[in-house]
Nanobody
Framework: QVQLVESGGGSVQAGGSLRLSCAAF????????MAWFRQAPGKEREGVAV????????DYADSVKGRFTISRDDAKNTVNLQMNSLKPEDTAIYYC???????????????????WGQGTQVTVSS
């Protein structure tokens, strides 16, 4: 059974940090690009960060560059998102997603991802 299970969400003050984790089950993790998306109230789902299966290169949304770091551990089938210098506008439900594609041009298109986690809430107060 395919599962993506997120953890690590919570409530923090602006300027604080959180580390999200996603544990993957039931598919060949090492061959999949892994991404974090988020959706804030009243807004569209947006891509936050992606780490590719081919060499572990990464891409980030402009809004989080320099603050967030995505990483993966293929031995443990996990992907992480270290979030520093959090801002109120980072408040959203964060989703872990997986795809077997490896195309940079479509890395931030939610419809390209085959598997999704249940989401974890991140709330940043001012």
């Amino acid at each position: 059974q395919v599962q993506l299970v997120e953890s690590g969400g919570g409530s923090v003050q602006a300027g604080g940090s959180l580390r999200l984790s996603c544990a993957a089950f039931g598919f060949p993790f090492i061959w999949y690009d892994m991404a974090w998306f988020r959706q804030a109230p009243g807004k569209e789902r947006e891509g936050v960060a992606v780490i590719y299966s081919n060499g572990g290169s990464t891409d980030y949304a402009d809004s989080v560059k320099g603050r967030f770091t995505i990483s993966r551990d293929d031995a443990k089938n996990t992907v992480n998102l270290q979030m520093n210098s959090l801002k109120p506008e980072d408040t959203a439900i964060y989703y872990c997603a997986a795809r077997a594609d490896n195309s940079k041009s479509t890395a931030f298109l939610a419809e390209k991802y085959k598997y999704w986690g249940q989401g974890t809430q991140v709330t940043v107060s001012s």
